[in-house]
């Protein structure tokens, strides 16, 4: 190939500019936008020309290239899906959706001004932590509370304020990795902690806490299970055990703090699949001093870190100079309160997106599969009604299976058409078991049951 000659195939920008599509593109994007993807384009293809021999594009073939570059670079990759998958909390779809009340909440808050650090009363500077700290109190039975950005940085700030260079006291059963490659050890040696191991993986005893404590102990760590589950032959000490060991050891002035790291946020007792899973007035009850957790998994609100505990333990986290970094903005602090407030009237479990999820029967969920099925039947779709069993995902009740019900699709690529399920508008995320495409109700809001019909019957027609 003559490279000189190729590169004189490549046409002036304002030639490329006046093509169809970047006529197009411009109405889409602006003309600025699109003169800059132009350029980008046109040196990367005179780069793929010298450097690698290949010959430039012809007009159309340089357009569709413009137009690739601007979908990849300049238009917003975040978009809703629905989720097919059963798992309630799932952590690479979000987690736990906005209730309709929290999304309107964002909406007035977010479109003018608010009081976020303005006192109405006095016209003088107040503090945003204040809009939310009385109803989580009321909620869990704790005195104060403060809202972070997520349950890391609230452990972050917890150990900051108080272990910074002194000794962190943990089960080694506990050491966990909460996800993404974050491991507690870790956390504690950002913040300055010393990592003071005791117990073996599968038990631990009162006893080894109370022999590992020292005047260098600033507190016990108590990580809630929440992503793994241990069965056979194991121990841990009850919370409420522990708290009393140490209280008992140690005078008041001087005791180490004892710390629940208890992730999931559930804030009131459930029966069903969410019995067995602590509530964070348990841990209040039992006596921990701050107890941290989530916002966007079982209490069902935005992403956040919530720390709980007497006014005394939360005091420090609210004076420290870290919580500037880790605070959370107004849209949270609206969700947040929008969230809660269904707790405070006992509606949770009507108007939470993830506990009403969660309490579905599983004849509730077959009786939809049994619908969908008829009409998808009914236009020649392979598919049938199955028994499924969910999860609560998000690191919440390992090893408890939900049992529900959902649809399979008996074909023979069921990668090909979960691929295809996700490259729709909306698209559907399902999952594959026993070589069949599976779609689980659970998770699916029931005005979404007709796309699923419209996805599932284009991919068909294909």
């Given amino acids: 190939m003559n490279t000189a000659r190729e590169l004189r195939r490549l046409p002036a920008l304002h030639r490329l500019l006046e093509t169809e599509v970047a006529v197009s593109l411009a109405n889409e994007y602006g003309q600025a936008a699109v003169v800059a993807g132009a350029r980008k384009v046109l040196a990367a293809v005179r780069t793929d020309t010298l450097e690698r021999g290949e010959p430039v ?12 570059w601007m979908q990849a670079n300049l238009t917003p990759t975040l978009t809703p899906v629905v989720n097919a998958t059963g798992v309630i909390l799932h952590t690479n779809l979000g987690r736990a959706p906005l209730s309709h009340d929290a999304l309107s909440a964002i909406q007035q808050v977010g479109l003018g001004y608010s009081n976020l650090e303005f006192d109405l009363a006095t016209g003088a500077r107040s503090d945003r932590y204040r809009h939310s700290r009385r109803v ?13 950005n997520n349950n890391a940085a609230a452990l972050m700030l917890i150990l900051a304020a108080y272990c910074k260079g002194r000794e962190v006291v943990i089960s080694r059963g506990q050491m966990v990795e909460v996800g993404g490659g974050f491991r507690i050890p ?4 950002q913040s300055g902690a010393h990592l003071r191991e005791v117990g073996t993986t599968n038990r631990t005893y009162v006893s080894d806490y109370l022999e590992a404590l020292s005047d260098r102990t600033a507190a016990v760590l108590v990580v809630h299970a929440s992503n793994f589950h241990q069965v056979g032959y194991t121990v841990q000490p009850e919370l409420a055990d522990l708290v009393s060991a140490v209280r008992g050891t140690f005078r008041d002035a001087d005791r180490p703090l004892v710390l629940h790291d208890l992730g999931s946020g559930l804030l009131m007792p ?10 964070v007035a348990d841990s209040v009850s039992a006596g921990a001093d701050l107890v941290a957790f989530s916002g966007d998994k079982l209490l069902g609100g935005p992403q956040a870190g919530v720390v709980v505990g007497s006014a005394g333990a939360v005091a420090p ?42 309490s579905k029967s599983a004849a509730e969920l077959k009786t939809r599969a049994e619908a969908l099925c008829r009409t998808l039947s009914g236009h020649g779709v392979p598919v049938t009604t199955v028994d499924l069993y969910g999860a609560a995902g998000g690191g919440s009740m390992p090893g408890t299976p939900i049992p529900g019900a959902g649809i399979a699709v008996r074909v023979d690529r069921p990668d090909m058409w979960s691929a295809s399920l996700r490259a729709g508008k909306p698209p559907v ?11 689980d109700l659970r998770t699916v809001f029931p005005d979404q049951d007709q796309v699923l019909v419209q996805a599932l019957l284009t991919v068909h027609g294909r």
């Fill in 57 to 68: 594009p012809d007009a159309t073939g340089l357009a569709d290239r413009l137009a690739e």
């Fill in 136 to 148: 989580l109190a009321y909620l869990t039975g704790a005195e104060d509370a403060v809202v972070v």
């Fill in 186 to 189: 870790d956390i504690l040696e």
């Fill in 270 to 279: 459930l029966g069903g699949c969410l019995e067995a899973e602590h509530t």
């Fill in 317 to 358: 986290l609210l004076r420290h100079p870290l919580l500037r970094a880790l605070r959370v903005d107004k849209l949270i602090l609206a969700a947040l309160g929008a969230t809660l407030e269904p707790y405070v009237r006992d509606e949770a479990t009507v108007t939470i997106p993830a506990l009403s999820m969660a």
């Fill in 429 to 439: 995320v399902t999952v594959i078991r026993h070589g069949q495409l599976v779609l």
